[in-house]
């Protein structure tokens, strides 16, 4: 699926807060009908047509600074005299936009295709009374669309009528929000009669609802259907619309009324533009472009002045054999010291390097297939490998330094399985399919103690002997009848292939419990009503409003009459039954703290205690209560709920009150524990991430206790650790107390570790007012748990932490919808693909199937990139600075005269050509040190955080070394040949270009060998591209200068590379100055491993000496070398050589292929 | 609209060397085992060429003349301000064999043929022969395209136009009387610039091909006139012009002038007395600039040159300085790898 990353803030102007479509589009004969604009539905995912695509691509590309610098020198060159041809900068310039062009052109040639064929796919709409075949973009807003099974809908559908007499359909949301259960879709009753063309002819209806909103669970409006004249009004839910996007299933055909159509509709809605995150790399990128851009125009400006100061003197200003031209002369001089300025400008430009930002790109969009291809980041079981959604961040995995992490689905598994419940203040066990009272084991079913031992099944048709038996029973079916129904799960009745594939209703008659599986878009209830299946109390299925049960056999049928969804803010959801003998009843369930404040019987107190005592064991608590609500009480109820249903202004605030109301004096008749397994190597993971310096805070919804077992269980919490508490804070005074205290305890004890737990009320406090005690607090703890918490408070406390004075990299890791805030504020996200949906994993910048992913993911690939940038970017200054300054040294030997040393075609051909791919390679392939050594010792990662590559002083260190460099290039050639004797053993002389050439013939060797020196790791494409790139330089420039160009008008280069070659002083020349610039590198870095070696490079050696044990093994394997594994000192090296072949020709193969 | 995403696509990842960034590769590690041997031996390695560059660059023989004439006591200083054709010589005597093949150049300070514009200002498709440059010589050659009258300069430009117009002859004195040291006038320029760079147009007489054209204002006499006992050593392809026309990397240069390879002087300058005779024309009082005449003989590196040889003795010295200093390291220290 694409995503339309370019449909960012489409918002179309509305007129008035709700929109009125007339069903079938029949207007009203009568009365003032003002026609309201909707869209078409046609949906517009590329950015551009055929006509705009050349002024609006250019606009966007010069949009971006470095482009545009270099249309301004450009455009300087075009405009004054300047000493290198427009051609030069116009040229690489031109090579980049015109790549990226065709790039996003292709890109949009994609867009343009997928969006006619969506466009163009063929709907059936109702019109004049018949069953139209139309094209999907002719659907208009009103009319009656009718989908069949398995069609997406083509737009958002107010559900009409399906072929079920009860009006409903299932749908599945996966390509919208990912979840894969099915959901039930309800009509109104007035509207489901119309089951065919005819009736909906006859319908006459009017929907009424809110404009347009991205919010795919938000949809207010309300349908009038006339019918005999009479009106009846009904509300209009989300759970009437339809989707565009989704998918019908289980259901033969349906009619809709299209509402939001073409780029209003929820889906087209929902594709915004990510927000821009730039990693610190390219940060530290930009400011040393700043600095470099100082240097350039310091340059530039010291250049004129000295300009001027030598024209002062006649002499210089304008010798004999030098005139100006009138024109010159009488030139204003305040212009001509701008057109100077502007002169020198683009004569030094090339020290801001084009290629730089071209490299960058593709070493990070090519450089980001590893993640993918990573087998060590493939989980098997879910056949899901590492997903990369944006590769601008590849490098930021190495510099992580707070890492933010979810609990359900993150660290664990998200698979429930139901194990605790209590039940009227007992605890229960299953063991077995049966409810085991604590102290008891499952062994002896009905063992000594009878009166505690209760087997459901055995003793729930038998008369019980003893009362208090009796009345637990009774509770005991009560509690498991309120969790097998009080749920929103739906049953799939399929046989053996996937739940999508077959016809469920075409057999409904044959099913039986064991072709029957629960679909659930949360994982408790789904764990929960199959738990209540194993013990006995099956819930069979929901047709229309009617739940069934099977209690031990026993079908029982509740009458659905109200759902109080499940929201995040009450925590909690409700079920209004009609049971079987006519009485009403609510049961609830919901966290114990949104549930046993409401009530007011039952065993309250033990109950509490027994969720605590689950959550102490890691176990997901959820509360259960019933309330039997008497004839008034359920008219008043109703009244409420429908009242605050079909209300068009302030729904939701309504529906919290008339929920408030309802839930309310409830009786307790339990409690349940769940259990969420860890997720495989969890602890392990985390051990990792802390010795490589990373904090690692978890950031959960759940309660406090449930996290802290779970926290010490994953190994976030020790059990030596000292775990400080932040919770229940009511003001804000209490809350600064307490950390000023934490504070201390935290300074008098500082041997021991901390650990700290907050909840999300007492956070929210302390970030109002105490945030700097906090972040103290925080920063002395090794481990910090946040329960509790609001997605929205996730994202701030990510964004707390980033920015605090320090600044550090943060990284966030979840799994669900609720983690997506602060997978989008941290600087890197990271989606884990899990059983909540696919949000997470669309809004992250990096998605993995598993939570110990991440140790490779950072430790190893993070490494890589970080070094590979940080080593590029570092470079690229370097080697621009080798470029340009011989040419600024030779303005004080040609009185600044912007004589440029070296010909223009190398000027451009330097960073496009000469010196490009070494650099390239390099940055994909280069490895410090071996994978497995960088996951073995975490400790490694410390030594690049902080951006240390990228630090000012390695930054000065390579812009000083390039300096150096240049002026060794410069006056090394300068002694050569500026004692003005001949080098050629003719007697001839050279000139200038012979100067430059030897310049520049050095600088291209000296900065690829550098580069040579710096690399570590040298496949045989390192090989290939170093020692290539010095000979493509030979022949280039043997080939460019030995030809009369027809094109050009000078021919000043024409065999001056031959002559220079010809002569053996250049050589030498050639050699030592190469040499004397890279031997004190040489020397730095022996020095520098002996004297004070960093870990990284230890490691190295560990590397090197393992490879050699590697390959010993795998040359005792190898069956034609196996003598050499006795030779070891001359054996080793032949059989590496030959396996390395052998290697080579394999990649070489696999590349052919 | 959305693609189906339910047919179980084979995610698994390839499982090759190169996907899974362990292609073989070779990992050298920098340390002083490896460095301080090198180091010695490219030490010694440069220690030995250099002696042996420093060994042939001091065998160089080199003679130099100042003609400037800016002392009252030189014999060229009554040519420094005259107008008229001037002619002054100099006298001076080689001690031993000046061995031969001697190169006589003529040297000038202070004059900035590599700056920009006076580089720029000439026309190669004119020196190409291409005739339709004649009549429209290119822009860039301003001010030296067109006369006073607007009749085209050719050759056009400041470069040509300045062209060193200074003559030389070398007498050795024999016995007591001069004998003129034949002076070879060919091989001074490069085989390139001769044979392809530059060219006449085919136009015989060349004359004709000047036609509705000037000479620059600089030059006493046009191109076509430049040599006129060797058509080919005449026009754009005189060997003098084409030296001029390459012009100097530095403001202090030398170019060369002429090569004595005449058989009584092939294997050199006899020691002797010998004078030299300068027509003196150009003028560089104006900018401070030196006027000189040097002989020198070459070696298979060229001229007298003790940069390299110096350069390499140090650099080799540095090398084995520095790999004594990593021993010292080395053993103190011990390898990183021991821990």
Same mark, same amino acid.
């Given at each position: 699926s694409w995503l339309w990353l370019h449909q960012c803030g489409f918002d179309p102007p509305h007129q008035s807060d709700t929109r009125t479509v007339y069903v079938a589009n029949r207007f009203p004969e009568h009365g003032h009908y003002i026609p309201q604009r909707f869209a078409d539905n046609r949906i517009i995912s590329?950015?551009?047509?055929?006509?705009?695509?050349?002024?609006?691509n250019l606009f966007e590309q010069f949009r971006r600074i470095a482009n545009f610098y270099f249309l301004i020198i450009f455009l300087v060159q075009l405009m004054i005299d300047t000493p290198t041809s427009p051609v030069t900068s116009g040229l690489p310039l031109f090579f980049v936009i015109t790549v990226t062009a065709i790039k996003q052109g292709y890109e949009d040639w994609l867009r343009h295709k997928a969006d006619n064929e969506v466009n163009g796919a063929p709907v059936f709409v109702v019109r004049s009374g018949s069953l139209v075949q139309t094209r999907s973009k002719n659907i208009r807003v009103g009319d009656i669309v009718r989908v069949a099974k398995d069609e997406t809908f083509p737009a958002d559908l107010v559900l009409l009528s399906s072929d079920r007499a009860d009006g409903t359909c299932h749908i599945t949301t996966a390509s919208l929000d990912g979840e894969t259960n099915l959901k039930t879709h309800f009509s109104v009753p007035e509207t489901?009669?119309?089951?065919?063309?005819?009736?909906?002819?006859?319908?006459?209806?009017?929907?009424?609802?809110?404009?347009?909103?991205?919010?795919?669970?938000?949809?207010?409006?309300?349908?009038?259907?006339?019918?005999?004249?009479?009106?009846?009004?009904?509300?209009?839910?989300?759970?009437?619309?339809?989707?565009?996007?989704?998918?019908?299933?289980?259901?033969?055909?349906? #009619?809709?009324?299209?509402? *939001?159509?073409?780029?209003? &509709?929820?889906?087209?809605?929902?594709?915004?533009?990510?927000?821009?995150?730039?990693?610190?790399?390219?940060?530290?990128?930009?400011?040393?472009?700043?600095?470099?851009?100082?240097?350039?125009?310091?340059?530039?400006?010291?250049?004129?002045?000295?300009?001027?100061?030598?024209?002062?003197?006649?002499?210089?200003?304008?010798?004999?054999?030098?005139?100006?031209?009138?024109?010159?002369?009488?030139?204003?001089?305040?212009?001509?010291?701008?057109?100077?300025?502007?002169?020198?400008?683009?004569?030094?430009?090339?020290?801001?390097?084009?290629?730089?930002?071209?490299?960058?790109?593709?070493?990070?969009? /090519?450089?980001?297939?590893?993640?993918?291809?990573?087998?060590?980041?493939?989980?098997?079981?879910?056949?899901?490998?590492?997903?990369?959604?944006?590769?601008?961040?590849?490098?930021?995995?190495?510099?992580?330094? *707070?890492?933010?992490?979810?609990?359900?689905?993150?660290?664990?598994?998200?698979?429930?399985?139901?194990?605790?419940?209590?039940?009227?203040?007992?605890?229960?066990?299953?063991?077995?399919?049966?409810?085991?009272?604590?102290?008891?084991?499952?062994?002896?079913?009905?063992?000594?103690?009878?009166?505690?031992?209760?087997?459901?099944?055995?003793?729930?048709?038998?008369?019980?002997?003893?009362?208090?038996?009796?009345?637990?029973?009774?509770?005991?079916?009560?509690?498991?009848?309120?969790?097998?129904?009080?749920?929103?799960?739906?049953? &799939?009745?399929?046989?053996?292939?996937?739940?999508?594939?077959?016809?469920?209703?075409?057999?409904?008659?044959?099913?039986?419990?064991?072709?029957?599986?629960?679909?659930?878009?949360?994982?408790?209830?789904?764990?929960?009503?199959?738990?209540?299946?194993?013990?006995?109390?099956?819930?069979?299925?929901?047709?229309?409003?009617?739940?069934?049960?099977?209690? #031990?056999?026993?079908?029982?049928? *509740?009458? /659905?009459?109200?759902?109080?969804?499940?929201?995040?803010n009450r925590r909690r959801m409700s079920v209004i039954l009609q049971t079987p003998s006519g009485g009403k009843v609510i049961f609830t369930k919901g966290a114990e703290s949104a549930v046993l404040p409401f009530a007011t019987t039952g065993e309250i107190e033990k109950t509490r205690l027994h969720v605590d005592e689950f959550a102490l064991k890691g176990l997901r608590t959820l509360v259960v209560a019933c309330r039997h609500f008497s004839p008034e009480e359920y008219i008043a109820v109703n009244k409420r709920l429908t009242f605050a249903r079909t209300a068009l202004q302030r729904r939701e605030e309504k529906l919290q009150q008339a929920f408030a109301y309802i839930e309310n004096n409830l009786h307790v008749l339990g409690a349940t524990g769940v259990e969420d397994k860890l997720q495989d190597k969890v602890p392990e993971t985390i051990e990792v991430l802390r010795l490589a310096g990373i904090k690692v805070w978890v950031l959960t919804g759940d309660k406090h206790e449930t996290a802290v077992s779970v926290s010490l269980s994953c190994g976030h919490f020790h059990r030596t650790m000292n775990i400080l508490e932040l919770l229940q804070q009511r003001s804000d005074n209490e809350c600064a107390e307490q950390l000023r205290r934490l504070a201390r305890r935290i300074k008098e004890d500082h041997v021991i570790q901390h650990g700290l737990v907050v909840d999300g009320a007492s956070l929210s406090l302390a970030l109002r007012e105490h945030e700097k005690l906090f972040m103290e607090v925080c920063k002395s703890c090794s481990a910090v748990l946040c329960c509790r918490m609001a997605p929205l408070q996730k994202a701030k406390v990510v964004r707390l932490l980033k920015t605090s004075p320090e600044k550090p990299i943060t990284l966030a890791v979840g799994d669900g919808a609720n983690d997506v805030s602060m997978i989008?504020?941290?600087?890197?996200?990271?989606?884990?693909?899990?059983?909540?949906?696919?949000?997470?994993?669309?809004?992250?910048?990096?998605?993995?199937?598993? #939570?110990?992913?991440?140790?490779?993911?950072?430790?190893?690939?993070?490494? #890589?990139?970080?070094?590979?940038?940080?080593?590029?970017?570092?470079?690229?200054? *370097?080697?621009?600075?080798?470029?340009?300054?011989?040419?600024?040294?030779?303005?004080?030997?040609?009185?600044?005269?912007?004589?440029?040393?070296?010909?223009?075609?190398?000027?451009?051909?330097?960073?496009?050509c000469f010196t490009s791919l070494p650099i390239l390679v390099y940055s994909l392939f280069e490895q410090l040190v071996h994978p497995d050594i960088l996951q073995a010792k975490p400790g490694l990662y410390r030594d690049i955080s902080k951006n240390s590559l990228l630090s000012f002083w390695t930054f000065l260190y390579w812009t000083a070394l390039g300096f150096t460099h240049a002026f060794a290039f410069f006056f090394g050639s300068y002694l050569l040949m500026g004692e003005d004797t001949s080098l050629m053993s003719n007697g001839q002389m050279f000139g200038n270009w012979t100067f430059g050439t030897l310049v520049f013939t050095v600088m291209v060797i000296t900065v690829t060998l550098k580069l040579a020196l710096e690399t570590q790791f040298w496949t045989w494409m390192n090989h290939f591209v170093t020692w290539g790139s010095i000979a493509f330089y030979f022949i280039f420039s043997l080939f460019y200068g030995g030809i009369i160009w027809p094109f050009l008008h000078t021919q000043d280069m024409y065999f001056v590379f031959v002559q220079l070659l010809s002569c053996g002083s250049a050589w030498f020349a050639i050699v030592i100055i190469v040499l004397t610039c890279l031997f004190p590198e040489v020397m730095k870095k022996v020095l520098y491993r002996h004297l004070c070696p960093t870990s990284t490079q230890k490691s190295q050696v560990i590397t090197s000496r393992k490879a050699v044990r590697f390959t010993v093994v795998n040359i005792r394997s190898m069956t034609d070398c196996c003598h050499c594994g006795n030779l070891l000192n001359n054996g080793i090296h032949f059989c590496n050589v030959l396996q390395s072949l052998r290697e080579m020709l394999r990649v070489a193969l696999g590349f052919v292929e | 609209?959305?693609?189906?995403? $339910?047919?179980?696509?084979?995610?698994?990842?390839?499982?090759?060397?190169?996907? $899974? $960034?362990?292609?073989?590769?070779?990992?050298?590690?920098?340390?002083?085992?490896?460095?301080?041997?090198?180091?010695?031996?490219?030490?010694?390695?440069?220690?030995?060429?250099?002696?042996?560059?420093?060994?042939?660059?001091?065998?160089?023989?080199? $003679?130099?003349?100042?003609?400037?004439?800016?002392?009252?006591?030189?014999?060229?200083?009554?040519?420094?301000?005259?107008?008229?054709?001037?002619?002054?010589?100099?006298?001076?005597?080689?001690?031993?064999?000046?061995?031969?093949?001697?190169?006589?150049?003529?040297?000038?300070?202070?004059?900035f043929q590599n700056q920009r514009k006076y580089g720029a200002s000439k026309d190669d498709n004119q020196l190409y022969g291409d005739l339709d440059y004649f009549k429209d010589p290119s822009s860039s050659c301003d001010p030296y395209t067109l006369d006073s009258r607007n009749i085209p300069i050719v050759p056009c430009g400041a470069l040509a136009n300045s062209m060193f117009n200074d003559t030389f002859s070398l007498s050795h004195v024999v016995n007591g009387t001069q004998k003129i040291v034949p002076l070879n006038g060919k091989g001074i320029a490069w085989w390139t610039d001769y044979n392809v760079k530059f060219r006449n147009p085919s136009v015989t007489p060349l004359i004709n091909a000047f036609n509705g054209t000037k000479k620059p204002t600089n030059w006493p006499k046009p191109a076509y006139e430049l040599d006129t006992t060797d058509v080919y050593n005449n026009g754009f392809i005189n060997q003098d012009f084409l030296v001029w026309m390459r012009r100097a990397a530095l403001p202090d240069f030398r170019k060369l002038y002429r090569r004595i390879t005449h058989d009584d002087y092939v294997n050199g300058l006899p020691a002797g007395n010998y004078t030299l005779t300068i027509e003196y024309n150009y003028p560089v009082y104006s900018f401070n600039g030196r006027k000189k005449v040097v002989l020198s003989n070459v070696s298979w590196m060229g001229g007298k040159n003790d940069f390299l040889g110096i350069a390499y003795i140090v650099v080799g010295s540095m090398c084995v300085v520095m790999s004594i200093v990593m021993l010292i390291v080395y053993a103190k220290f011990k390898f990183a790898e021991d821990d």
């Open positions: 590329s950015k551009y047509t055929i006509w705009n695509f050349v002024p609006k489901s009669v119309c089951q065919s063309v005819s009736q909906l002819e006859a319908l006459h209806a009017v929907v009424e609802c809110q404009q347009p909103e991205a919010d795919l669970y938000r949809f207010v409006g309300r349908v009038t259907i006339t019918q005999q004249g009479e009106e009846i009004v009904r509300p209009l839910g989300p759970e009437n619309l339809l989707l565009r996007g989704a998918r019908l299933k289980n259901t033969k055909e349906i #009619f809709g009324v299209a509402v *939001y159509t073409g780029m209003e &509709s929820k889906m087209a809605l929902n594709y915004k533009c990510k927000s821009q995150k730039r990693s610190a790399v390219e940060k530290s990128m930009n400011s040393f472009l700043i600095i470099y851009l100082v240097i350039l125009l310091s340059e530039a400006i010291l250049s004129t002045i000295l300009k001027y100061a030598w024209q002062s003197e006649d002499k210089w200003n304008e010798p004999f054999y030098n005139q100006k031209t009138e024109q010159e002369r009488n030139s204003s001089p305040i212009l001509q010291f701008i057109s100077d300025f502007l002169a020198f400008l683009v004569l030094y430009n090339f020290i801001i390097p084009i290629s730089l930002y071209v490299t960058v790109e593709m070493q990070k969009f /090519l450089g980001s297939f590893f993640i993918g291809w990573d087998m060590d980041l493939y989980h098997e079981e879910s056949n899901q490998k590492a997903q990369v959604n944006t590769s601008d961040l590849n490098e930021e995995l190495g510099q992580v330094e *707070y890492l933010f992490t979810d609990k359900t689905g993150t660290l664990t598994e998200n698979e429930m399985q139901f194990r605790e419940c209590s039940i009227n203040g007992i605890k229960y066990r299953e063991m077995n399919g049966k409810l085991v009272p604590e102290g008891m084991t499952g062994d002896s079913p009905s063992g000594s103690s009878p009166q505690l031992v209760i087997h459901i099944n055995n003793h729930v048709k038998s008369v019980p002997f003893f009362h208090r038996v009796s009345v637990q029973i009774t509770e005991e079916l009560l509690f498991l009848k309120a969790v097998s129904l009080c749920h929103t799960v739906q049953i &799939s009745y399929n046989k053996s292939e996937s739940w999508l594939g077959g016809d469920p209703f075409s057999h409904t008659n044959s099913f039986s419990f064991s072709h029957m599986e629960y679909y659930a878009s949360s994982p408790d209830e789904k764990a929960l009503v199959e738990g209540t299946k194993r013990i006995g109390v099956a819930f069979t299925g929901c047709s229309g409003d009617t739940m069934e049960i099977n209690t #031990f056999g026993k079908s029982e049928k *509740y009458k /659905l009459l109200h759902v109080l969804e499940f929201d995040p989008q504020e941290a600087h890197v996200g990271i989606g884990i693909m899990g059983k909540e949906g696919r949000q997470a994993v669309r809004n992250s910048d990096y998605a993995i199937a598993r #939570f110990k992913f991440l140790a490779k993911l950072l430790l190893v690939h993070g490494h #890589f990139y970080y070094i590979r940038i940080a080593t590029l970017v570092q470079y690229f200054f *370097y080697k621009n600075v080798c470029f340009i300054t011989p040419q600024f040294l030779y303005q004080f030997f040609c009185l600044f005269s912007q004589q440029t040393l070296y010909d223009s075609v190398y000027l451009t051909l330097y960073n496009i | 609209m959305v693609k189906e995403e $339910q047919e179980e696509s084979p995610n698994r990842p390839d499982n090759t060397a190169f996907t $899974q $960034q362990r292609l073989p590769a070779w990992q050298p590690i920098l340390s002083a085992s490896i460095v301080i041997p090198m180091f010695v031996l490219i030490g010694a390695a440069f220690i030995g060429v250099g002696v042996a560059l420093f060994i042939a660059s001091r065998d160089i023989q080199l $003679q130099e003349l100042d003609y400037t004439g800016d002392d009252s006591a030189h014999p060229c200083y009554k040519c420094r301000s005259s107008t008229e054709k001037c002619t002054c010589s100099m006298t001076f005597s080689i001690p031993n064999l000046f061995k031969g093949p001697v190169f006589f150049y003529y040297g000038l300070t202070n004059y």
